[in-house]
């Protein structure tokens, strides 16, 4: 029998009124994972982990973690989760409030070492209401790894920290992931995403309008479009095109080219090399905002 994914959405949705939080998402996420959902404000990335988790009732369609009901999965010991605004009880320390949740339960890291994996060790003994915003991040980060979840669901999980905090958090997660773990996190950054994921699933208005790993996730949003008119083009100058190293994409329109690549100036020496009667050229630089922008706000599908 093949293994179930540790997440599968089939056809989600939930509606707020009338309004789509979540519209129609299937996904399926494999164990060792790490997925980053990205997304402007209001994708609907809490929305979809509030369902994955069974936080939320869905309005159609199905969440299953590890091939059953999230509840199972969650009293199971096999999830972790660190969501926004989670809290910890204000007058426990850090140590206290690793230790509470590792009581609850059955296979629990030891406690000493949930504080150092999440690089608390040196505030266990400080009140969580006398923690700075980064520190209260990693303080939750350890709960949330201590029962030794499989699967650690994130949202949002470096909202509050600063450069050294981010970079010393993304160490420790390395370190956890590095064990064959599934972890799926939220951000609104694509530089996170990107160093940190190996599959970028991009949210929008509640739907998926990309899902790939980051290298094809890039060479969507960034790059160059060149652009030129060829009078009498043909399908075979297209093929020409798509074969050029760095070229992403081409379109073609009424003997008009666009050309997406990398390597804006290889394809304009070789087009004018190859067909020097070309005009209108045009070479137009994507910014990574620009184009994310851009395939945020329509329903674009890049797999
Ligand atoms: N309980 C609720 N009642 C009504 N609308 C809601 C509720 N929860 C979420 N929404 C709406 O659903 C949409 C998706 O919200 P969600 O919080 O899932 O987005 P998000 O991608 O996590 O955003 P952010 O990056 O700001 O956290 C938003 O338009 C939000 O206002």
Redesign the pocket.
């Known amino acids: 029998m093949t293994e179930s994914p540790v997440i599968r959405l089939t056809d989600l949705s939930k509606r ?2 009338t ?1 789509a ?2 519209d129609d998402i299937s996904l399926e996420i494999g164990r060792g994972e790490v997925v980053a959902l990205l ?10 982990i509030d369902l994955a988790l069974g936080l939320a009732t869905p309005s159609s369609g199905t969440a299953e973690l590890f091939g059953g009901t999230p509840r199972a999965a969650i009293v199971g010991g096999r999830v972790g989760a660190m969501l ?1 605004g989670g809290a910890l009880l204000p007058t426990m320390t850090v140590a206290q409030s690793v230790a509470l949740v590792a009581a609850a339960h059955n296979h629990p890291l030891p406690v000493a070492e949930a504080l150092e994996r999440a690089r608390v060790t040196d505030i266990a003994r400080q009140r969580v209401s006398s923690l700075s915003g980064g520190q209260l991040q990693r303080a939750r980060f350890a709960v949330a790894v201590v029962s030794n979840p499989q699967l650690l669901i994130l ?2 999980p470096t909202a509050a920290m600063d450069v050294e905090a981010r970079h010393v958090f993304w160490e420790s997660m390395r370190e956890f992931t590095s064990q064959g773990r599934t972890v799926v996190f ?1 951000t ?1 950054y694509l530089d996170e995403a990107d160093s940190f994921a190996d599959r970028i699933v991009i ?1 929008s208005r ?1 739907r998926v309008v990309a899902d790939d790993a980051p290298a094809e996730i890039k060479a969507v949003v960034t790059g160059r479009v060149v652009a030129f008119t060829l009078d009498n083009g043909t399908a075979d100058v297209r093929a020409v095109l798509e074969a050029l190293p760095g070229v992403h994409a081409v379109d073609h329109r009424a003997g008009r080219f666009s050309v997406r690549t990398d390597d804006s100036d290889g394809v304009l020496r070789t087009v004018l090399a190859t067909w020097p009667r070309i005009h209108d050229i045009e070479v137009v630089a994507r910014t990574m905002d620009d184009a994310f922008l851009a395939l945020t706000s329509t329903k674009e599908t890049v797999r």
């Open positions: 707020f009124g309004l939080a979540v997304g402007p404000n209001g994708a609907g990335k809490s929305t979809t926004q949202d949002e939220a609104h949210l509640g």
